[in-house]
């Protein structure tokens, strides 16, 4: 993965842990994640549609911070993301990710 995105994705990581803890989340912008099936019906009854407002990678966020509101044990399994070995360039935009995430995170530490 180039620096930049290494750097960004760390200090992302950091102003989330600070601003809105999730106790056994070290990355919160990771695409990568796990829930039961029980958990999701849960968090499907009580946001409905809402549950999936977010478009881009900053969903996988958003859904993490809801969650978050649910009183869940939280825990990361680390796994290696091999870049070299992926065909073709990100489709991320990085400045577009990067600002409606800060938004998001925003919009969460204020309550909406």
Known sequence: MPVHRKVLSLVASLLFRYLLPIKGVKDYTCGYRA?????MKNALDQYGRKFFDRDGFECM???LLKLRKMDLIFCEVPFILRYDQKDGHTK???ARTMSNSL???LKRRIGL
Do not use: G
């Open 61 to 63: 966020v958003d859904i």
């Open 35 to 39: 829930y039961r099936a029980e958990v």
């Open 92 to 94: 991320m935009n990085i």
């Open 103 to 105: 938004i998001l995170l």
